[in-house]
């Protein structure tokens, strides 16, 4: 068993790194205080070809392995959440969706610019009645001729207002329960679909969650995802992936709360001397350190058995679990190592515990995951 990263791997550690601290770091802050979808970063993310890289070569993508995605993912998120949010639900819940349940006219037609980050995707499942239970929406989608009318709301979805692609689960038969719930794609800028205002968040502030309305929305038949009936089982796949990007995101977010409290605690000088060199600061440190390498080695884990074609539901269900909590732990004490200041919006450990603290929710909440991994358990 060789647990070291390979040259590729490292290099891209590297250069993702360098860029997120370039471009995105310094503008986190205000995007997060104003809300402001950070479009022009996303382009760039798009032009480094990071929007792409689960999608095959042969489709515009860079076709790289799920480690390497979720290192890329863990970066970002380590100099901002919300940049890491929107590269996840593009990468690892629309592409894949496409890619693995589309026709090869769908992936022609999208792939390629989404995987250039040109069109920017959405994931529209959640609505206002149907959060954790998925499968009692009432979206409705109704067969008229060569095309359906989609007539209904979701909310929740991220770069909702962005975005030129948008998987929309539906019911194209109400009373077969998840069974009758399709996918589809639906373009941005399609008559009768709306938007609320952007979402006033704790935290991951700038990723452009907002209410999406659908009115007589005519989507053509060949943007059907699959068969009819087919919806329910592809957002529960696609999620398992999704959730591979989430747990990479609570790691990079983790991360930078070590970063930021072994800088901080070498500097801050109280009784005469550092705070690092107080045992109760050093064993914050320990315990955040130890723990993020667990939840990055269940990351890589679920991403290594994506990429050897098993299995990887409770995998993945288990990295996103202990990484958000891992995340929501580490700021916490990131925190407390700052005192009165990392209360304060003049640090970015404030910003983090924000941050945290939805890696606990989305993408299926903790108990989602727990039940995830003891139904594979008890079989
Ligand atoms: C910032 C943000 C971004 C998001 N982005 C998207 C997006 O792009 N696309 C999208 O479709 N959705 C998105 N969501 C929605 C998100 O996935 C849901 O909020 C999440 O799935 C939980 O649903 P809910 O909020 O309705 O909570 P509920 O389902 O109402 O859950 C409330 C509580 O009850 C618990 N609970 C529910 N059912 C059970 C059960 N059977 N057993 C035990 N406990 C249970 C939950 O774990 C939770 O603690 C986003 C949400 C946020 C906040």
Redesign the pocket.
Known sequence: MDFKLTEAQELLRNSVREFAEKEIEPIAAEHDKTMEYPIETVKKMGEMGLMGMLVPKEYGGGGTDTVSYAIAIEEISRADASHG?IMS?HSS?VCPIILNYGTEEQRKRYLPHLAKGEYIG?????????????ASLQTVAVKEGDHYLLNGS???????KEAKVFIV?AKTDPEAGHKGISAFIVEGGSEGLSFGEV?D?M??RC?G?REVFFKDVSVPEENLIGKEGDGYKIALSSLDSGRIGIGAQAVGIAQAALDESIKYSMEREQFGRPIAKFQAIQWMIAEMATKIEAARLLVYRAAYARDTQKRFSMEASMAKYFASEVAREATNYAVQIHGGYGYTKDYKVERLYRDAK?TE????????QK?VISSSLLR
């Open positions: 949010l639900v819940l959405a994931f529209a499942l959640t609505e206002r009645g149907a959060g954790t239970d998925a979701k909310i929740f979805i991220t770069s909702a689960f979402l968040k935290g991951v990723s969650q939805i929710i989305y993408e299926g909440t903790t108990e989602v039940m």
